[in-house]
């Protein structure tokens, strides 16, 4: 293909399962997948001529799924077009394409033309008008047809990946439409400028409005009647209503010049005075400034760091550290946090990508320069870089651990409070947490559920759990609440089993609960000890210790207060033991993609290395490589791979 190749970005959109990726799949690799494996973010590649002209197709597949829509727009910057499919025995995903995703592209890509595509064509039978509900199962094209005038689609078109039909002619109209495109607006997808309220929307002495994208700078001189401010200098300005002159406020301006900013666009920060009235009013004017050629809008959540993590700010990781320290609620988050937002998880990431890319290179010269290697040459080769996989395995394995114990860090550990009736499990909670969360009652089995408290201790998020009093109870509502205590329990990080000082048998039912609990995570605790003498205190201790081999037993009084420090201090030495290592956090995202992509990508090359299939060996390594890619958000690319190859390795002999 000539060096005058045309480059188009196009970018499919619908309901999960609808048929897009097997559209994509057909289309560039020309067979239908056999397996569906859910989409997170595809893209393929594919050359083409059109019109007698070279074009090369940069074809992006997106996750339909409602847990990535604040990731799925990353996907459209700089598309050319937009195909939204749906399925043709789904009227539901029909639906969704004029309600929801034509909105959506509409919001990202105002000028992105669309391509309505009806997929599974051959899933749509033939209305013989036997069946009275045809119009419930299947779609007409009709009224897909209607639903493609109604979002200004270019084009509807049906296909079936099963059998090819059309599936050539939907890339043709795509990319023919996407030759159309003036050169000036060859991208359909310039993301606009968006604005919100940084501050806290409430009264206060200064509210922040801030600003970001290619209109910052025409916002100001809209708003001020000025000429633009210089960057990086707070000035002193009057803002006045876009319409009528009225003066709105005297604000002070900061312009910060793309890329040297937080997104890397352009932005402006209004510092206002805090009235709700003012802020309302400025709000309102930013509204009125919004045109179809220079889109504004209000932003909606993430939209800052998504920009910035678009124009190479930042990546995936850092973007959710970002998120987790603004939530974080102790000491121990905002550090753990931290340590995402700085890009120390970014690096180590980038690291093993580096280690898995080395390997790679290492066996896609097999494939090149296979002949110049016998069997036994092959097999080292192969011994070689399974050694190298099986250590970075390990070192993937013990992360995912780390990360799984520090998950309670920013969720909370989880304690249940447990114990007979009337041993003062309500009066200790409200003791710990300061405040009456529990009632507390002479009167046995007052609490008849489940009290959860988030609390900070010593730097650690907590969730207490003061449970039923456990006996042998005859009330059906108590059993009920006996049996959820005792579920509390098996999933608590650390069992507080709380006994009075003046009680001289323990039941079985409560006997059997106690041996029940893991003993490195049990503390019992000790009571009322104001109402016993010293010696009989021991006495129980002894008696306890030898019975039930508790992690630990603790003397307390909640009448008094005595001992509580003590015990809190004890709580706090254990949750610093767990935590030894030092914690590290991401995201149950990136956690799914190391376990389902990661992982995998190793264990598919352990079996096809024992073939010596270099062909399967290698893409089972790319499943790794580009797993790391969607957790960064960085993709592979194959410049980075041949250079890998030239760099480390003689091949041109």
Request: one cysteine or more; a negative charge; hydrophobic letters at 35%.
């Amino acid at each position: 293909m000539s060096q005058n190749v045309i480059k188009r970005k196009i970018v499919i959109v619908g309901d999960g399962a609808c048929g897009k990726t097997s559209l994509l799949y057909v289309f560039t690799l020309g067979e239908f997948p056999t397996e569906y494996h859910p989409t997170v973010f595809e893209n393929y590649a594919t050359d083409c001529r059109v019109d007698g002209k070279p074009v090369r197709l940069a074809l992006w597949d997106t996750a339909g799924q409602e847990e990535y829509e604040r990731l799925r727009p990353l996907s459209y910057s700089k598309a050319h077009i937009i195909l939204i499919g749906f399925a043709l025995n789904a009227p539901d995903s029909l639906d969704n394409a004029g309600m929801k995703w034509a909105q959506e592209v509409k919001t990202y890509c105002p000028n992105a033309p669309l391509i309505l595509v009806g997929l599974k064509k051959d899933l749509r039978p033939e209305d013989d008008g036997t069946d009275e509900y045809y119009d419930q199962k299947y779609v007409r094209k009709e009224k897909a047809e209607q639903v493609a005038r109604l979002i200004g689609a270019r084009k509807y078109v049906e296909c079936s990946s099963l059998t090819g039909e059309a599936v050539d002619d939907v890339f043709e109209i795509a990319t023919r439409a996407s030759l159309l495109l003036k050169e000036s607006s060859a991208s359909g997808c310039s993301l606009p400028t968006v604005y919100a309220l940084s501050s806290y929307p409430a009264r206060s002495a200064i509210a922040v409005v801030r600003i970001t994208g290619p209109s910052s700078a025409s916002i100001y001189r809209a708003l001020t009647a000025r000429e633009q401010l210089k960057p990086r200098i707070a000035t002193l300005a009057k803002l006045y209503h876009p319409k009528t002159g009225v003066i709105l406020d005297e604000a002070i301006a900061l312009y910060f010049k793309g890329p040297n900013s937080y997104t890397g666009e352009d932005m402006l920060e209004l510092h206002l005075h805090g009235g709700t009235a003012v802020i309302k009013c400025v709000m309102e004017s930013l509204e009125l400034l919004h045109t179809p050629a220079n889109p504004i809008r209000p932003a909606e959540p993430g939209d800052f760091s998504r920009k910035a993590f678009q124009n190479g700010k930042l990546d995936l990781t850092q973007a959710e550290g970002i998120n987790d320290l603004i939530h974080a609620e102790t000491e121990r988050q905002r550090v753990l946090s931290l340590t995402s937002m700085k890009g120390e998880t970014k690096e180590l990431f980038h690291h093993w990508r580096e280690q898995i890319l080395n390997t790679y290179a290492l066996i896609t010269t097999l494939i090149d320069f296979g002949e110049e290697h016998d069997i036994e040459e092959i097999g080292q080769l192969f011994e070689r870089a399974e050694s190298d996989i099986k250590k970075l395995e390990t070192d993937v394995r013990g992360y995912l651990e780390r990360v799984q114990r520090s998950q309670s860090l920013m969720e909370g550990f989880k304690i249940t409070l447990s114990g007979p009736p009337n041993a003062g499990k309500s009066s200790l909670l409200n003791i710990i947490a300061n405040e009456d969360r529990a009632i507390v009652s002479e009167v046995e089995g007052t609490t008849r559920d489940s009290i959860e408290v988030p609390l900070d201790i010593n730097g650690y998020k907590v969730v207490i759990g003061d449970t039923a009093g456990i006996r042998d109870a005859e009330n059906q509502i108590e059993r009920e609440g006996i049996r959820r205590a005792k579920m509390k329990t098996s999933e608590a990080d650390l069992n507080l089993v709380l006994l009075p000082c003046t009680l001289r048998e323990l039941g079985e039912e409560m006997k059997d609960h106690i041996r029940s609990c893991d003993k490195e995570k049990l503390v019992i605790i000790l009571n009322k000890s104001d109402l016993v003498t010293p010696d009989q205190v021991r006495s129980l201790v002894v008696q306890l210790e030898k019975e039930f081999e508790p992690k630990e037993i603790k003397v307390i009084s909640c009448r008094n207060k005595d001992g509580i420090q003590d015990l809190l201090n004890a709580i706090t030495q254990t949750l610093d033991s767990w935590t030894q290592d030092e914690p590290i956090f991401v995201s149950s995202r990136v956690q799914n993609i190391i376990q389902h992509d990661l992982l995998f990508g190793f264990e598919e090359f352990y079996m096809h290395s024992k073939t010596n299939d270099v062909v399967l060996a290698a893409e089972a390594l790319k499943i790794s490589m580009d797993g790391i890619g969607k957790i960064t958000g960085e993709a592979i690319g194959v410049e980075e791979i041949l250079g890998s190859v030239f760099e480390n390795f003689c091949i041109g002999k």
